[in-house]
C-alpha cells in the first residue's frame, strides 16, 4: 500500500511538472513591445569595477551612481537629465574585462512570470548583451552602460546574452 502511495505521488509530481506548474521551469514568454532604451553614458575606465545590475528610480540615488560612474574622467560631464516620475535609469556594468569588450542593454520587454507566491505577474525583461573582442589585450576595462527607459513599478528581471564580437574569423559564438 505504501508504495502505491509513494508512486501516485510521483506520478502527481510528474504531471504537474509537464504542466508548468510544479515548479519545473516555465517556456519563456515572448516579449511584448516597450519603449527603447536610450543609453545616457558608456565608459570602460572602471569608474564603477564591479559587475552589477542597477535600477535607479530616484534622483537622489541617480547621483550617487552618476558621481561613481563618472569618477575616472578627468572631466566628468554633468547627470544626465531624467524625469524620475517618468523614467528609471538602468546600469549595466560587465566587472572586468579587456579593451574592445562591450555591455549593453540591448532590449527590454513586457513578459509574464510566477512570482514567489506562485502567482503569474507582469514584469520587465532586460536583456543584457556583453560582447568580448576577438583579441584579447592585457589591459584591463570595465565596461559600463547607463540607460534611460520608461519607468516601471513591478519587478525588473535582467536576461544574459555573452556573445563574440562578430567580426571574428569563424563568425559570432555563443561564449559558454
Known amino acids: 500500500m505504501r508504495v502505491n502511495t509513494v ?3 510521483l506520478a502527481a509530481a510528474l504531471v504537474l511538472t509537464g504542466c508548468g506548474r510544479g515548479g519545473g521551469a516555465a517556456a519563456p514568454q515572448p516579449m511584448a513591445p516597450y519603449p527603447a532604451p536610450v543609453r545616457i553614458y558608456y565608459d570602460d ?12 528610480k530616484d534622483a537622489a ?23 524620475f516620475n517618468r523614467d528609471m ?3 549595466v556594468g560587465a566587472g572586468r574585462l579587456t579593451p574592445g569588450d562591450q555591455i549593453t542593454v540591448d ?9 514567489a507566491a506562485g502567482r503569474m505577474v507582469e514584469l520587465l525583461s532586460v536583456v543584457v548583451k556583453t560582447t568580448t573582442a576577438c583579441e584579447r589585450i592585457a589591459f584591463d576595462a570595465y565596461p559600463l552602460e547607463i540607460v534611460r527607459v520608461r519607468r ?6 535582467f ?11 569563424d563568425g559570432p559564438e555563443p561564449i559558454p
Open 61 to 83: 540615488e541617480f547621483e550617487r551612481v552618476w558621481q561613481r560612474a563618472t569618477s575616472r574622467q578627468t572631466s566628468p560631464p554633468p547627470p544626465a537629465s531624467v524625469d
Open 107 to 115: 532590449s527590454v520587454g513586457l513578459t509574464r512570470a510566477m512570482n
Open 45 to 56: 575606465t572602471g569608474g564603477i569595477a564591479d559587475s552589477l545590475r542597477l535600477v535607479v
Open 159 to 169: 536576461v544574459e546574452n555573452r556573445v563574440q564580437a562578430q567580426n571574428c574569423r
Open 7 to 9: 508512486l501516485s505521488v
Open 89 to 91: 535609469v538602468l546600469v
Open 152 to 157: 516601471f513599478d513591478g519587478e525588473v528581471r
